[in-house]
């Protein structure tokens, strides 16, 4: 027999904490996709004939690597969340979701950005 736990979603108090990580997350990406935007349009660089706002190389290193590496990392720690919390024998679920959902989101970034800089 195995020791594993009910597998159901209804714990508001863990879901908050998910949700609220998995935004947090979020924020932080967006913050570092501005940063870049910020940063590549404000390098003094003419880039009227460029397809993108984003002219420069490193800004746009920044602008497609930032976000998805913020996105990996915190994918890979709501993930390493749900095994502590398996561990104590808790709601791991809730905290496996958010994580599949943040690797998800930068799959999704990573496919959509990498236009960028091919």
Do not use: H
């Not at 508001?12 to 998995?22: E, S």
């Not at 404000?42 to 746009?60: T, Y």
């Amino acid at each position: 027999m195995t020791q594993d736990v009910e597998k159901r979603w209804n714990d508001p108090r863990t879901a908050r904490k998910a949700g609220g990580y998995v935004l947090g997350v979020i924020a932080v990406a967006l913050a570092v996709m501005g940063g870049a935007l910020l940063w590549g349009t404000n390098s003094g660089q003419d880039c009227a004939d460029a397809a993108f706002a984003v002219c420069s190389d490193p800004e746009r290193q920044v602008l497609v690597f930032g976000p998805t590496l913020v996105l990996l990392l915190g994918g890979l720690g709501a993930l390493l969340t749900a095994y502590r919390v398996w561990k104590r024998g808790g709601r791991w679920p809730i905290w496996q979701g958010a994580g599949w959902a943040l690797l998800v989101f930068m799959v999704a970034y990573a496919t959509i950005s990498a236009r960028a800089i091919i």
